[in-house]
């Protein structure tokens, strides 16, 4: 699970910051990445294992949902001045 969540918090900081008008995917994606990352966190923690993927993969995730959220409001935003000053 903490590789699911690591490849998850890629996938999501891909979706918010290089492809444009799919932000709005990179929290959904973020959201299951940070599930996922804490689940691990916590079974690895229990069984005495390494917890640096699962770690990597929650921060990643995270990173990734405020960012996938920061963008899309902006664009919202935009489109909205844009709108305002009538020129769209």
Known sequence: MGAASLVLGIVSLVFALIIPGLQIVAPIVGIIGIIL??????NLKAASQPTG???AGLVMSIIGTILGVLMW???????????ALGTM
């Open 37 to 42: 990352g804490a689940i691990a966190r916590k």
């Open 53 to 55: 993927m699962a770690t």
């Open 73 to 83: 409001l902006l664009c919202v935003a935009c489109v909205g001045a844009m709108g």
